[in-house]
Nanobody, 126 residues
Framework: QVQLVESGGGLVQAGGSLRLSCAAS????????MGWYRQAPGKQRELVAV???????NYADSAKGRFTISRDNAKNTVYLQMNSLNSEDTAVYYC????????????????????WGQGTLITVSS
């Protein structure tokens, strides 16, 4: 069973920085796209940034110039470096992985369409 485990959330002052990590566990052969989404109170979940296995990156406009997404394919881990945080960045941040191939017993390959992490809260104080 593939799971995503996030870490790095917490409380930070406006203008500060945080780094999120998300590691996928399981006997993973490949993950196509990994990324971060967030959901602020009373709002819908929205894209922050995604990165493909080949390194193609897409950022939300709100993240451009402040956030940097990166990925270690060997570790099945994605990172989000967030700088110049402001109160509008306060949200629960969710890790997401798309199109995952897992190796199960007897050499069977199992394909997951999408997996979500449990979410990590980031609070930016002004």
């Amino acid at each position: 069973q593939v799971q995503l485990v996030e870490s790095g959330g917490g409380l930070v002052q406006a203008g500060g920085s945080l780094r999120l990590s998300c590691a996928a566990s399981g006997s993973i052969l490949s993950i196509n796209v990994m990324g971060w989404y967030r959901q602020a109170p009373g709002k819908q979940r929205e894209l922050v940034a995604v990165i493909s296995s080949g390194g193609s990156i897409n950022y939300a406009d709100s993240a451009k110039g402040r956030f940097t997404i990166s990925r270690d394919n060997a570790k099945n881990t994605v990172y989000l470096q967030m700088n110049s945080l402001n109160s509008e960045d306060t949200a629960v941040y969710y890790c997401n992985a798309n199109d995952i191939i897992e190796l199960r017993t007897r050499g069977i390959r199992y394909r997951y369409f999408e997996v979500w992490g449990q979410g990590t809260l980031i609070t930016v104080s002004s």
